[in-house]
Structures are given as C-alpha cells and as structure tokens.
C-alpha cells in the first residue's frame, strides 16, 4: 500500500532549538497538507501546497514556522526557534485533488 | 464555538454491538464531510467521504448517514470489534477548495470484550 512517510517520528528537543519535520507524500499526489494535532485544541491544519505552491499557511505562526516543498517528493515543517507550547504531534497528509487525503503516521514533537 | 460539533465526546461498548455517532455541522456552503478512524499514535484513517447529493455511503461495517438539510451526519458501527477502538472524527470541508475543511474533536470509542 502507497503511504506517506513522516521522519522522524519522534523528536525531543530544548526550547530555543530548530527543529525540521520532514515528509515524503504518496507519488502521484498533488495536494499536501500539514496538520497539528493536540489533546485541547484537536486537528488544525498549519499549511498546504497543491502542485508545490503554498496555497494556504494561515494556520501557521508565521514568526517561528515555515513550510516547504523543494520538490514534489519532499515537503518540510520547520519551527524556528521551538517553544515548550509547540509540544504536538505533526501530521502530514497527501492526496490528488479534494478527496481522501492519506495521513502520515506523525511527528510527536516535545520540546523541553 | 466549533462549526462541526459530535457526540457523544465518549462512548464506552461491549464487543459485538452496534454504535451511532453523531456529527452537526453549521459550516456553510458545504462540498464534503468525511469520516476518519484514529486509532492511538496513529494517524487518521479515511472511513467514508459524501457530497452533498449522497446520503448515505459504506465501508464494511461502517456505514455514514448524511442530512445536508439539518446539517447532520452519523456514522453507524455495526457488530463491533475491539479493533474499533479509537477517536473518529468528522471533517466538513467548506468548498472544493481542500483547504477549507473543519474538524470535530471526536468521538472516543472503547470497545470492551
């Protein structure tokens, strides 16, 4: 089965740091999306590209995240510097057009 | 207040009975409501995706209903199993455009044998 490859999938690291979340979406996908998931605030989404543009990023912090698709395989989420309240787990998902997105298996950042 | 709201937050089952979960949404114009299964540590799985002329769509013993005029959906399990537990989640998107999509914050289903 295709799937959407998310590394690492843990990441421990001290507030101040740079911390890079990276993504390899299904080939053949169009449409990536990142996601943060916590248990107050559920699933909100950070940003997304279709054909490698960035169409929407108005979820994400702009002063500390930033997200990226170099090519079509790769697309990155950085936090720069990472806080304490940045402690999630990262979601990527991929999909062609509007319909059934496939999710990564996340990033669980924790940042002491 | 949250446009997609569902109920129950918690549901608590024994092994081989059936379920309804239930999703509201205000969110408007519609396109789409989806139905994702995460199981712990994972992530979200699609169940079921219906537009607003479809009002009712299966996958196996998971069987989503959809209201566009009340603006509800429920997502029925029938004969369930203990792999059923898990968060399911209802997402409404807005419009074509993927990005404009709502999330519930679930539903925690435990399965008890």
């Known amino acids: 089965d295709a799937r959407v490859t998310q590394t690492p999938r843990h990441k421990v690291t001290e507030m101040g740091q740079e911390v890079t979340m990276r993504c390899q979406p299904i080939l053949g996908h169009n449409t990536v999306f990142w996601y943060r998931q916590t248990m107050m605030q559920g699933l909100e989404l950070l940003a997304y590209?279709?054909?490698?543009?960035?169409?929407?990023d108005s979820g994400m912090p702009k002063d500390r995240f930033s997200a990226e698709m170099p090519d079509a395989t790769l697309a990155t989420l950085k936090i720069q510097p990472s806080e304490p309240r940045d402690s999630a787990v990262y979601f990527c998902?991929?999909?062609?057009?509007?319909?059934?997105?496939?999710f990564g298996s996340g990033t669980r950042l924790t940042v002491v | 207040k949250n446009q997609v709201e569902q109920s129950p937050q918690s549901l608590i089952i024994l092994e081989g009975k059936n379920c309804t979960l239930q999703c509201n949404y205000t969110v408007s114009p519609f396109s789409n409501l989806r139905w994702y299964k995460q199981d712990t540590g994972r992530g979200p799985v699609s169940l079921t995706i219906?537009?607003?002329?479809?009002n009712t769509k299966s996958n196996g013993r998971y069987t989503a209903t959809l209201d566009a005029d009340t603006k509800q959906s429920s997502l029925h399990i029938t004969a369930s199993q203990l792999s059923d537990s898990a968060s399911y989640i209802c997402?409404?998107?807005?419009?074509?455009?993927?990005?404009?999509?709502?999330f519930g914050d679930g539903t925690t289903l435990t399965v008890k044998p």
């Open positions: 219906m537009t607003f002329s479809e």
């Open positions: 998902a991929s999909g062609f057009g509007d319909y059934g997105y496939t």
């Open positions: 997402v409404v998107s807005k419009d074509t455009n993927a990005g404009k999509s709502t």
């Open positions: 590209f279709r054909n490698r543009a960035p169409l929407d």
